[in-house]
């Protein structure tokens, strides 16, 4: 494989580097990006190998209209799209190509399926295949500075030329044990566009202590999560940097009536108080005024629960022995607690594709 990693700067090299891509049969990918101080990532580089060359895309040196024939070639069909864990990548390639990279393969989810290990990292998997050890000296570049130096550009080729390498061994692996379609599956359930969007209004879901609050507190903590979110997109900073997680469980717990008692509260900074106090409260007082609303539960299990949860992690362990897969691969806690609760109308991700073969029939006939 030629070691060259050019930088691509202008539009004429990109399109003369889209007229070969376009005829491969498929594409490493990676990107190089910041998120420290924004909420949207800040896209510096795309990397893209194709088992002859790798290159570097300097996506600052574009205008955002003159990336669009690149996000084109990563919708293209016909073209299979590797990548390592890319739900990062993903969520960059919606929100400037307005799709995402599919069908794409994901070597973390291959290894898992080849009995390699759960949620595998780039570099151990690397290791593991190759022998080669990667340099990862320079993890924190930072990947909005130019010029970017030799060094730098190599250790983001490297990524790419690592999965053109073992993209094909794993491909045909899975292929030998039968389980290239449970991939293809998995990679077409991830690459829907609408995982990688976070609409207001559904920001809630991410509240993990949510179903923990009394009921009273719950839509307000609702109310107060869709407002950060919004915000926070809109101002382009970090959720946190608008209402930390803390903050917010406490005033959706005390409920302020006012801005004075949201200020007594002593939960926002100055700044804060001052910028957003009055929409806080109003907010608050417009969340206590509604309707109530089921509330979410975090009920414990009964012990005839528990006995049932229990008897399905079992045969849940036997199966994935067997198979030589992760138990979390296949089901997650959550999957077997929902059966628990619900039972077979639950919308678990083991009663679906080829896990409910494998797995999911067998824990239904338990309940």
């Known amino acids: 494989m030629n070691s060259g990693y050019p930088l691509i700067t202008t539009p004429d090299a990109l399109a003369a580097c889209i007229d070969v891509w376009k005829r491969r049969p ?43 024939p690149l ?26 190509g307005d799709t995402t990279a599919t069908p794409f393969f994901d070597t973390q989810i291959a290894a898992a399926m080849l009995g390699m290990g759960d949620q595998l990292g780039y570099a151990a998997l690397v290791e593991k295949m190759t022998g080669v050890k990667l340099d990862k000296s320079l993890t924190r570049t930072n990947w909005s500075r130019r010029p970017l130096t ?23 692996a899975l292929a030998a044990k039968g389980r290239l379609p449970w991939l293809e599956e998995d990679c077409a359930r991830l690459a829907e566009p609408s995982r990688y969007r976070n609409p207001p209004a559904e ?19 609702i109310a107060l999560a869709g407002w950060r979110e919004q915000v926070a997109q ?7 940097w608008i209402l930390d997680d803390e903050a ?22 100055p700044k804060t108080l001052e ?9 608050v007082a417009d969340a206590k005024a509604q309707p109530s ?16 949860l229990k008897r399905l992690q079992d045969r849940l362990k036997g199966i994935a022995e067997a198979l030589d897969l992760p138990v979390s691969l296949i089901a997650p806690r959550a999957d077997l607690e929902l059966l628990v609760r619900i039972g077979a109308t639950a919308d678990a991700t083991v009663l679906g594709g080829w896990r409910r073969d494998v797995a999911g029939k067998a824990l239904l006939a338990l309940l």
Do not use: N
Not at 80 to 85: E, I, L, N, Q, T
Not at 252 to 265: F, H, N, T
Not at 293 to 308: G, I, V, Y
């Open 26 to 68: 498929w594409l490493a990918l990676d990107t190089e990006f910041l998120r420290e101080d924004t909420y949207h990532p800040i896209l510096c580089l795309v990397q893209v190998g194709d088992g002859d060359t790798d290159a570097c895309i300097d996506t600052l040196a574009f205008a955002p209209e003159a990336l669009a």
């Open 71 to 96: 996000w084109a070639l990563f919708a293209d069909p016909a073209i299979v799209k590797v990548f390592h864990a890319p739900s990062q990548d993903l969520e960059i390639f919606v929100r400037l």
């Open 150 to 172: 030799g060094p730098e550009l190599a250790y983001a080729a490297a990524d790419v030329r690592h999965l053109s390498d073992i993209h094909p061994i794993l491909r045909e």
């Open 203 to 221: 920001a809630w879901k991410r509240l993990k202590g949510l179903a923990r609050l009394a009921p009273a507190a719950q839509p307000i903590a």
């Open 234 to 240: 809109e101002r382009d900073r970090p959720r946190k």
């Open 248 to 269: 917010l469980y406490r005033i959706a717990e005390r409920g302020p009536s006012d801005i004075d008692e949201l200020e007594a509260m002593k939960v926002l900074q």
């Open 275 to 283: 910028r957003h106090g009055a929409t806080l409260a109003a907010l």
């Open 293 to 308: 609303r089921p509330p979410l539960l975090d009920e414990p299990l009964s012990d005839a629960q528990k006995a049932l």
